[in-house]
């Protein structure tokens, strides 16, 4: 007799099920944690450079120019 290769789906088992859930469920989470903490850091360092650069300017406006 020959056999049909066509390709059949491997029935999966409880064990591989469970690891399947579990990883689904951790990856995602630590994805969205590692971008939300690089954003929050990308924002306040972008508001510090902010605050400095509007204080350097301020004060150059306080000081009388030298020309």
Known sequence: MIRDHTFERRKTT?????ARKAFR???P????TDYARAQKSFHENRERL???RLARE???RK???SD
């Open 14 to 18: 409880p064990a591989e099920r469970e």
């Open 25 to 27: 469920e951790v990856i």
């Open 29 to 32: 989470g630590n994805a969205v």
């Open 50 to 52: 902010k605050a400095e």
């Open 58 to 60: 301020a004060e150059a």
């Open 63 to 65: 000081r009388p120019s």
